[in-house]
């Protein structure tokens, strides 16, 4: 027992020293959507703890497609794929410091938070490198294995001759995904068309006015969005349903609407909820108006 104990200690401080003298990937390679999720939560945390971010917008998927590293000193997105802005904001009570404003996203409440998601991302073990999700031997490995053969395989300059014969080579697939589309697009119709069980709905609203409470009572402003989603989807019940339910409950808090955020935009999306990333560049610029103007006076 002894001996085993001493080889394991031996075998975590010898890699402990390797991640702290070995340069790491990049970017991290992570296996699954749990996976990177866990990485955004830890991350989060241990960014907070140092550097404190100004502005926390958090969601969903929806979420994930806006990137907002032009603003990286001030801004933090916090978008959890296949889960919800509840689990989010209890990641938010967490961490060590409060972020002054938080951007909460609304189109997705009827998920709960995600306790197990949460659990495995904090506890005192996340502070040792050794024990980060994006440190496993597998995510190192292969991104390890990724960013060599990124090396030895730049990105190959397409002449106009070549882009021509590609356009030509990929018009069949472009049909193929609009039929994609269209067939998702009609998948969310049915499922706008209905709405959430009331009884769910008020057990999130009141799980969001809980945590909303105690981030203000640390000082936190909040705030609420709704993402642009295809336009024949927004005025259908389940949209209608949820945006009146924040309306409701937190009738004093500001919402930027799906109008406000795709002024003068054509939304067409992927899916019918995710936007393009075209599209999404375009909503970041109208979701500019109400981030800091200017991260480095913050500081």
């Known amino acids: ?19 702290k003298f070995t340069p790491k990937p990049a970017k991290p390679t992570l296996q699954s959507q749990w996976a990177n999720n866990q990485y955004l939560v830890e991350k989060y945390l241990r960014t907070q ?46 961490s060590g410091k409060t972020p002054k404003n938080i951007w909460v996203e609304i189109n997705y409440p009827e ?26 031997p597998l995510s190192l490995a292969l991104g390890y294995l990724h960013q060599a053969a990124a090396r030895f395989n730049p990105p190959h300059i397409i002449g106009d001759a070549e882009q021509q014969e590609a356009k030509t080579d990929t018009q069949p ?52 969005f709704e993402l642009p989603i295809y336009p024949n989807l927004r005025e259908l019940p389940r949209a209608v349903q949820v945006r009146e339910a924040f309306k409701k409950y937190f009738p004093q808090h500001q919402l930027i609407s799906f109008a406000d955020l795709s002024n003068g935009l054509t939304i067409k999306t992927s899916d019918g909820v995710h936007l ?24």
């Open 276 to 299: 393009q990333e075209n599209e999404a560049s375009a909503v970041v610029k109208n979701f500019d108006f109400y981030l800091p103007a200017n991260c480095n006076l913050l500081r």
């Open 49 to 94: 703890s140092i550097n404190p971010v100004d502005t926390l917008i958090i969601g969903s998927s929806l979420t994930d497609r806006l990137d907002f590293s032009e603003k990286a000193n001030c801004v933090y997105r916090l978008s959890l794929s296949g889960d919800s802005s509840l689990t989010a904001l209890a990641v938010a009570m967490k």
């Open 173 to 224: 697939t472009s049909n193929i995904n609009e039929t994609v589309r269209q067939n998702a697009i009609a998948l969310q119709t049915g499922i706008y068309k209905g709405q959430l069980q009331s009884n769910i709905l008020l057990e999130r609203m009141d799980k969001y006015m809980h945590f909303i409470k105690e981030l203000e009572s640390k000082g936190a402003i909040v705030g609420f």
């Open 1 to 19: 027992m002894r001996i085993t104990f001493a080889v394991t200690l031996c075998l975590l401080i010898a890699f402990s020293v390797f991640l």
């Open 111 to 136: 998920r709960d938070v995600n306790l197990e998601l949460i659990r495995d991302a904090t506890g005192y073990s996340k502070a040792i490198p050794a024990f980060q999700i994006e440190n496993r």
